[in-house]
């Protein structure tokens, strides 16, 4: 069943629109300040930065997509590849699958192609409610040999699926306690509906070492289980929720002010593009992350996944030359502009 369902969400993502409808991740509404004086060279740039305490040649996380079919097995490995290659982090989908059928263990391997990287192991946090709990996400990490491990947030998707679990009843002192007891780095991500300043700043009190926002206007995945449930009444359901959820430039903002400075704060959810990336971090993001850009380039080969990122890293190098930001944390001081008339940008207008 869970094999299935992950060849399902593949097929589907590749091959049918599973954008929002009405929602956007809200970047358009924003445009960094042009510094025609730079007072640097484009050589002078440097996109370094640190994640979990280890460095990253850029401020990219290739984020959780899928695992548990050879399918997913060769597109995590050529996406490995593509990180090792370009000094980037990634996190494997969803290993509850390989912890359920450990054959399936192989399908998230992916160290010998990836000595080097930062590797986030990811289960999903209701789990915790359906007898999942140290043990499980020990299993996880050591699965493959992972630096961190990912707990999503999914509710919406859980109401939908027909195998779904969607008791998430106190679960916030379990994941407390999985953060305190693990040994590695835990991460709280959301899938595609965006955290709320409230969440973020109680997951971060519960001893998560990250966040990940991942906000709505990328992949909509109310829409990719309607496409597997077709006909039925959770269609309709799904449909009445395709504008549901916190834009990801929104969500970004606001966990930056509910967590403070100091805190780690990961930005995804409909991020396409390297100028994308650029005004993530200037929103407040330490790191972007990207998922659906990356699946197609994926299903041909490790090279096809390095010429789509180096595009994307080119796009952000100059954006942060064109901002003066000579480095990733001048670049998340760079200025940001509304972009369009005010009702459009979100912003107030001062006018007569």
Known sequence: MLGQRKIDHINICLNEDVAFRGVTAGFERYRLVHRALPELAPED?????????????????????????????E?????????????LAMGVGSQRAAIEEPTLAPTYHVRDVAPDIVLLANLGAVQLNY???LDECRRAVEMIGADGLVLHLNPLQEYLQSEGNANFRTLLPKIAD????????????????????EVVRALFEAGVA??????AGGTCWSRVEAYRRPGEAPVRLAAAFEQWGIPTAE???????AAGPERTIIGS?????????????????????LALPLLRPATVSTEAVVERLEQLLAELRLAAFLTGSRTVADLRRAPLAPAGPPELAGGESHGP
């Open 75 to 87: 597109i995590n490995r050529r996406l490995a590849g593509a990180a090792q290659s370009l000094g």
């Open 251 to 257: 969500a970004i903002r606001g966990a930056r002010l």
């Open 45 to 73: 740039v440097d996109l370094s930065t640190t994640f979990l305490g280890r460095r990253l040649c850029a401020p990219l996380l290739i984020s959780p997509m899928t695992g548990g079919t050879p399918l997913a097995g």
């Open 210 to 215: 990250a966040v990940d926002v991942a906000g």
């Open 269 to 289: 959810g409909g991020v396409r593009d390297g100028l994308q990336v650029a005004k993530a971090l200037a929103l407040g993001a330490d790191l972007a992350g």
């Open 131 to 133: 007898g999942y709990g």
């Open 178 to 197: 999985i953060c305190h007891r693990l040994g590695v780095p835990v991460i709280a991500k959301e899938v595609g509906w965006g955290l709320s300043p």
